[in-house]
């Protein structure tokens, strides 16, 4: 028989028991204090990217090229700027480019009026490792001739273009050199892989070269490239830059052929730099073996060749080729690749009317 004072004992002790059990462990074996204060830790929020950041130099191109195309200019973005945009931020365009030079009366204006655009574009995607004014001087100069050079589509008078690029360049024949180019991974032991790192990407490497005017075909002419120094860049695509190496530039000529036996370069202006000049009758090879470290400079010295024009008309000369190693400091490790670069709108250097 359980007795009053039996039944209040038994009905403390399981208040007890709960409570002991509520102050106790949970159910990750901690007490609640440890529960309490293992809560109250700050935990880092989750990071995530908009679009936008994920494809800065895609939606850059996009922002310029809207802007253009609102003032009244026919341009597309390039495939591979395209290709990085996502589906649900544009990433088709069915506007077809217009042939340029555009008239200069629209394209000049234009082009001012888009100046903040294009020069957060150029920001993000250097179409040199020259500083984005100089290279914003000179697109400005090019737009004011018909020509938005960033955006240039496949339909572009090369003549037109040559004359456009002399002018902007103080009056010498010149090519701009847009180049489109591929980077190849080099290992510790000198072995470059066969799939590009970065694939199509634009470089611009300008070159001042000169021809005479008229030519004769009988008779062989003088081509110049005049000296060009390159400063190595502090960042390029995004990572510092530690030093550059192994240049080459080459030159191709059409509607005529180049004496091998010609093809010479000035003596170097450094004491560090090798240079050596060949050619198989079509292409002039120039290399340049140096070492230069960011923010140096490396002085491509004067080059020049003769080219024998084979039949009445224009012969061209087209900076064709350029190449040039890279090492960038990743994170504190030194990675070395190799650019490879041909010419996008074969632009021409110079040209002589053979009769």
Do not use: H
């Amino acid at each position: 028989m359980i007795t009053v004072w039996t039944r209040q004992l038994a009905v403390i002790s399981l208040v007890v028991a709960a409570s002991v059990g509520c102050a106790g462990s949970d159910v990750t074996g901690r007490t609640e204090s440890e529960s309490v204060v293992a809560s109250s830790v700050p935990q880092p929020p989750s990071i995530t990217f908009t679009a936008r950041e994920k494809a800065p130099r895609a939606f850059a191109a996009k922002d310029a090229v809207e802007c253009l195309r609102t003032e009244g200019l026919s341009v597309a973005l390039p495939p591979q700027v395209l290709a990085a945009l996502p589906s649900e931020a544009g990433g088709t365009d069915d506007v077809r480019p217009g042939s340029q030079p555009f008239d200069p009366t629209v394209s000049g204006p234009a082009w001012n009026r888009c100046i903040e655009e294009m020069t957060a574009y150029l920001g993000v995607s250097p179409a040199s490792p020259e500083p984005v004014a100089t290279v914003l001087a000179r697109q400005t100069c090019m737009a004011d001739q018909g020509f938005i050079e960033a955006f240039l589509p496949g339909e572009t008078d090369s003549t037109q273009y040559g004359q456009a690029q002399a002018f902007c360049a103080g009056g010498a024949s010149s090519g701009a050199g847009l180049l489109i180019c591929d980077a190849f991974r080099v290992g510790a032991d000198g072995t470059m892989e066969t799939d590009p790192v970065r694939a199509d990407f634009e470089q611009l490497i300008t070159v001042d070269g000169t021809a005479p005017p008229t030519s004769s075909v009988a008779r062989p002419f003088v081509v110049t490239i005049r000296p060009y120094e390159l400063t190595m860049p502090r960042t390029l695509y995004g990572f510092t830059v530690v030093d550059g190496s192994s240049f080459v530039r080459a030159f191709r000529v059409d509607g005529g052929s180049i004496d091998p036996a010609s093809v010479r370069s000035a003596p170097p202006t450094g004491p560090d730099v090798a240079v050596s000049a060949e050619s198989d009758g079509s292409t002039a090879t120039f290399r340049y073996d140096s070492l230069v470290p960011a923010t140096e400079s490396i002085v491509f010295p004067e080059a020049t060749f003769e080219v024998l024009p084979s039949a009445p008309g224009r012969v061209v000369i087209t900076f064709s080729g350029y190449e040039q190693s890279i090492t960038f400091d990743v994170e504190g490790e030194q990675r070395s690749v190799r650019i490879f670069c041909t010419s996008r709108f074969d632009a021409p250097v110079a040209w002589s009317d053979a009769t």
